[in-house]
Structures are given as C-alpha cells and as structure tokens.
C-alpha cells in the first residue's frame, strides 16, 4: 500500500453524494478496517484515518475518516471494527455527513516494523494553493501537522529545505517507537 493507495482514494467519509436534501438520517451497523497509519487528507487540509467499508475491505480503495467516536487509534495497528454508521443528510446541499461512533474493537494486528507507507507532505491545489503539512525544522525537530513526530535521521536537511521549495513532496516512512514515524525516503 505505497502511493498507489492515495491515487486510489476515495472521496473523504464525510461528503458522499445524495438525491435528497431533507436533513434526514439514517444509521446502520457495518464491519469497519483501519488502516496503520494516519495520513494526510487531499480534501480537509487534517490527518485522517484510512477506512473501509464492508464489500471493500481487503480492496485497495480508502476512504478517510477525520476519526471514530469511542476509538483509541494506536499507530503500527489494523484494526477491525463494528461501528454504528450514522449519515445525515445535509439540508439545500446534495451531501451526506457521515460520521462513526465505536460498538466494539474486533481485532487488532501489528504490521510489521519493516513496513513502509507513503504519507504527503506537502500539495498544490489546482487553484495554485500550496498547503505544507510538515511543522518544524533542524533545531527544534519535525512533526506532521504538529501532531506525528518524524524521526528524519539523515534527512533532516531536505526536510528543512521542504517548505522553501514550493512543489509536492511525499515522504516514505514505517513505524519508530511512541507513534513516531521514521523517515526513509522523500521524494
């Protein structure tokens, strides 16, 4: 699940399209998966979580989920879960917010520490808006939105030189300890 996986995400779990505007909602219960990692988000400027719905799970194909009520994420773990799935739909719009509230923690499995992931760093919206995730630099050390720490190890200088440089950068990283992400490779 390298960048393959961003080019095949879906539309973020909170704006699905509708044929009604009503404010309705309607809620179910659904197996859910949660990816190891958090990522960026293309769409909400956040860190997300990776998801899958029922038939999808084992696919390729990622929706984001801003977060799951009830549900303590540990990075370097899947998980699968039972969630009540509430959608509301949004009144004069054609969306629906959906939004997850934790029933039970099915299974959790630990990926392997060699595992890498590719997470982006930094984006240009085609409206010319550059928006840089990475916080930070040498001195004081880096994070992801302020929120994952990065062990950059021999890095840190092109990490530094990241926000000056004004392009799309993605970095390749696998798990460290404490929900650090260690740094292989940017790119």
Known sequence: MKSKLFGLMMLAAVAFGCSSDDGSQAEDTIN??????????????????????????????????????????????????????????????????????????????????ETSFTVPLTRIYPSSFYYNWIRGNTTLGFTIDGQIPIDCSGLCGPLDAVGDAAEEVRGVFRHGDDGVYVLEQLF
């Open 32 to 113: 859910l998966f949660v990816n190891h990692f958090k990522t960026t988000s293309l769409t909400s400027l956040n860190l997300v979580l990776l998801i899958q719905e029922e038939d999808r799970i084992g696919t390729d194909q990622y929706i984001e989920a801003a977060f799951i009520e009830g549900f303590d994420f540990e990075p370097g773990f899947t998980y699968e879960l039972t969630v009540n799935r509430i959608a509301v739909r949004n009144p004069g719009t054609e969306f629906i917010n959906t939004r997850y509230e934790l029933i039970s923690v099915d299974s959790k499995t630990e990926v392997p520490l």
